[in-house]
């Protein structure tokens, strides 16, 4: 379980090489994108074509992707739809990787409920228990997401507190750099500069009440390429 900082370009780099590792130790693999799980019929479609323009505009064109004109979180990037090319080419040479998103688009009446975080725990649950028992399910998803325990302020568990069952672990990627997407208050989105870290890394924690079983930094994070 990776806990990021949405919209930057490394992020969806680090996991290709993740991927890529696991492949190459012929390992089956789940990888898990916070992304609406009603795009989940484009992604396998795409990740089953050859990739070619019509395959790849098919699954680009998406209102999700589509971020002019609109705030978004910065998770509909150019380096994410890299990323999910990446596993295509794996896969068509004859690698075991899936991609899939676990985001559950709720009514605004739940927001604020933390059905949100039950229901894309419960998206995970059900993916795990399609692995080969030597499977492995990666995920990239928020930084709050990723939290093993209910951060204070937090009026609900984070999804990967609802799913120590699976005995996750748990890391968070920070940089001591750089800039990321963020948003504030009423949806002012934009990049944000980081505040500088010159700390030890990585930080490993061992604490019943640890929020990460892992932290690490790495050197600069830049803002992501949006799709146009």
């Given at each position: 379980m990776l806990g990021e900082?949405?919209?930057?370009?490394?992020?969806?780099?680090?996991?290709?090489?993740?991927?890529?590792?696991?492949?190459?130790?012929?390992?089956?693999?789940?990888?898990?994108?916070?992304?609406?799980?009603?795009?989940?019929?484009?992604?396998a479609t795409y990740l089953s074509s050859n990739g070619d323009a019509a395959a790849r505009q098919a699954v680009r064109t998406t209102s999700y992707w589509r971020t002019a004109g609109k705030p978004h979180d910065g998770r509909r990037n150019e380096d994410?739809?890299?990323?999910?090319?990446?596993?295509?080419?794996?896969?068509?040479?004859?690698?075991?990787?899936?991609?899939?998103?676990?985001?559950?688009?709720?009514?605004?009446?739940?927001?604020g409920t933390g059905a949100r975080d039950a229901a894309m725990a419960e998206a995970l649950r059900a993916h795990h228990a399609t692995l080969p028992s030597d499977g492995r399910l990666l995920v990239l998803t928020g930084n709050v997401h990723a939290m093993r325990t209910q951060p204070e302020g937090l009026p609900w568990p984070p999804m990967t507190a609802l799913l120590l069952a699976l005995q996750p672990y748990a890391v968070r990627v920070d940089a001591r750099s750089g800039e990321a997407w963020a948003c504030a208050q009423h949806r002012q989105c934009g990049a944000r500069s980081l505040v500088a870290y010159t700390g030890p890394s990585p930080l490993q924690k061992t604490g019943t009440d640890r929020s990460y079983d892992l932290q690490i930094w790495v050197p600069r994070f830049s803002v992501a390429r949006w799709v146009d």
């Open positions: 900082l949405h919209g930057t370009r490394e992020m969806p780099q680090l996991i290709q090489e993740l991927v890529q590792a696991y492949v190459a130790q012929g390992t089956p693999l789940h990888l898990g994108l916070e992304l609406p799980a009603t795009e989940n019929a484009r992604l994410t739809l890299s990323l999910i090319e990446a596993v295509r080419v794996l896969r068509a040479q004859g690698h075991d990787v899936q991609v899939f998103g676990f985001d559950q688009v709720l009514p605004a009446a739940q927001a």
